[in-house]
């Protein structure tokens, strides 16, 4: 999963991210592993977006792939006002859900 996601927990908006290869990592070899990725990107540390990893079994991201999970086509999907799993979205803008 990958998204842009504004919710009421923070100010301003974060990347989501969701993966099977994130799931088995703890917390900080997660975040590495993200920013490896960014490093390969070629994006400077302070250009790097605030980002949110979530494990593919939380609520959130299991109700996610319910809603969107069989539609063709997620990137640019907008979602706004609405509860998802175990949160609420104020915005969101999806890219990827698998």
């Known amino acids: 999963m990958a998204m842009w996601l504004r919710t009421s927990?923070?100010?301003?908006?974060?990347?989501?991210?969701?993966?099977?290869?994130?799931d088995g990592s703890?917390?900080?070899?997660?975040?590495?592993?993200?920013?490896?990725a960014l490093d390969?990107?070629?994006?400077?540390?302070?250009d790097t977006p605030a980002f949110l990893i979530f494990k593919t079994?939380?609520?959130?991201?299991?109700?996610?792939?319910r809603i969107f999970g069989k539609v063709k086509s997620v990137e640019g999907r907008h979602v706004s006002g609405q509860p998802v799993g175990d949160r609420f979205v104020d915005e969101a803008i999806i890219y990827r859900i698998g």
């Open 26 to 36: 703890a917390p900080l070899a997660s975040i590495r592993l993200v920013h490896k």
């Open 40 to 46: 390969r990107g070629n994006l400077a540390f302070e």
């Open 9 to 22: 927990e923070y100010e301003d908006w974060r990347f989501a991210l969701s993966s099977r290869d994130l």
């Open 57 to 65: 079994t939380e609520p959130f991201v299991r109700a996610l792939r």
